[in-house]
């Protein structure tokens, strides 16, 4: 765990409240909708998942998906409105890329290009994306 000006960045997920997680998104407006067992279980099986803390409070989350060679997707990217532009997403990532050497990494986002563009990240044509059944059909 690193803790830096305050906030601590955790990648080791015991001791995270999924309901606390959940309900702070939701307040925050970057609720996908998963329970907090789904929440839990998506952070779980990602390759890496950090979870950015002031206090007891959730103030940020990144996760990657990777196959541990070549390809890497970044969901979950989120800071807490109040929490924004102090580098706290910055961080996230740098965390999240520390253990993804060599791979190719992609993300999508809606409005948030400008950051990412700060992070390093180049628009790329031709994403393409598509949910199989029901969103979240599958329950937790
Ligand atoms: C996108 C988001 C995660 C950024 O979090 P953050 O903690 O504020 O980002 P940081 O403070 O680490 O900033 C990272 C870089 O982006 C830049 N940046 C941050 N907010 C910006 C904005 N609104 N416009 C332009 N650049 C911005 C910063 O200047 C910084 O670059 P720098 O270090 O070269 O100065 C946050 O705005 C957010 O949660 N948005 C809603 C959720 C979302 O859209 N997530 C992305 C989809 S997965």
């Known amino acids: 765990m690193l803790v830096t000006n305050e906030t601590a960045y ?3 997920l015991r001791g995270i409240d999924w309901t606390t997680m959940k309900s702070t998104l939701a307040g925050d407006n970057f609720d996908n ?3 907090p067992e ?5 952070f779980e099986n990602s390759h890496t998942a950090v979870v950015a803390c002031h206090g007891d409070s959730i103030v940020g989350t990144a996760r ?3 196959d ?3 390809n890497a997707y970044v969901v979950d990217v989120w800071t807490l409105s109040q929490f924004r532009e102090r580098g706290i997403a910055r ?3 740098e965390i999240l890329e520390s253990d993804l050497e060599g791979q190719h990494v992609c993300l999508f986002t809606d409005d948030a ?3 990412f563009s700060a992070l390093g990240f180049a628009s790329q044509g ?5 949910v199989v059944g029901t969103w979240l059909g599958r329950g937790a």
């Open 10 to 12: 955790k990648t080791d």
């Open 33 to 35: 909708g998963r329970t």
């Open 38 to 42: 789904q929440l839990q279980t998506s």
């Open 64 to 66: 990657v998906l990777s």
């Open 68 to 70: 541990g060679v070549c």
């Open 91 to 93: 961080r996230m990532l």
């Open 113 to 115: 290009e400008p950051v």
């Open 126 to 130: 031709g994403g393409m994306s598509k």
